[in-house]
């Protein structure tokens, strides 16, 4: 599997203000909207382009677009915060939407809402989901997503534990991670060490 870690001084100074438990909900907002901006500029670095014609002011000259625009899944409730700023990005792009809670006593995912295309064979999918801890809730993503023929899935994720990643490695899946960082591991409650805390909680208040 290709891990891409986004290497950078900004993404760096975006994920400490993360982490830092002094951030408040609306700063911490704002840090993973602007992290979300790097982690989808990176995703789409080798992504495909085709040229059409436009005229400048001056001259007829060729353009480019993407030639196939990804779909962005963001995973409720902590990929909300990436969603507007992804889509931002790409303006042309469709969104679907899965819905898995966290069971807090097994840290086992509890799958609640699935909105997404019937098909999506060659369709670039990128899954926005801030932490990929276990790799449970991104596993059921996943596997939601090559039911309706996914080839093409990127993960999109600001902090991964060793052992999320490890599990996409070994699902053999046709997945990418595109991440900020890969901290030191889990702890007894599947929380990512150093990590962030809960990244729901830290943008939208404690459920
Ligand atoms: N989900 C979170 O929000 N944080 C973690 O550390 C692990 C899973």
């Not at 303006?91 to 809670?101: D, L, N, Q, S, T």
């Not at 369709?123 to 090559?146: Q, R, W």
């Amino acid at each position: 599997m290709q891990v891409q870690i986004v290497d950078h001084p900004l993404a760096a100074a975006r994920l400490t203000t993360m982490r830092d438990k002094a951030t408040d909900n609306a700063r911490f907002r704002a840090a993973l909207s602007d992290l979300t901006q790097m982690l989808i500029y990176e995703a789409l670095s080798q992504a495909p382009s085709e040229s059409f014609p436009i005229e400048t002011p001056l001259v007829g000259c060729e353009g480019t677009r993407l030639a196939t625009p990804p779909l962005l899944v963001p995973v409720l409730r902590a990929g909300l915060g990436m969603v507007e700023q992804a889509h931002a990005m790409v303006p042309e792009a469709h969104v679907g939407f899965v819905g898995i809670a966290r069971d807090e006593a097994t840290a086992k995912p509890v799958p609640y809402l699935e909105s997404l295309p019937d098909d999506l064979s060659g369709l670039p999918v990128f899954v926005l989901d801030p932490m990929l801890a276990t790799g449970g809730s991104m596993l059921h993503t996943i596997e939601l997503l090559v039911a309706r023929n996914a080839d093409d899935i990127t993960a999109v994720c600001v902090v991964a534990a060793p052992e999320g990643v490890a599990a996409l490695e070994n699902s053999a899946h046709p997945v990418r991670l595109v991440v900020a960082a890969v901290d030191e591991g889990l702890d007894d409650v599947a929380y990512i060490v150093p990590g962030l805390g809960d990244a729901g909680d830290r943008q939208f208040g404690p459920r």
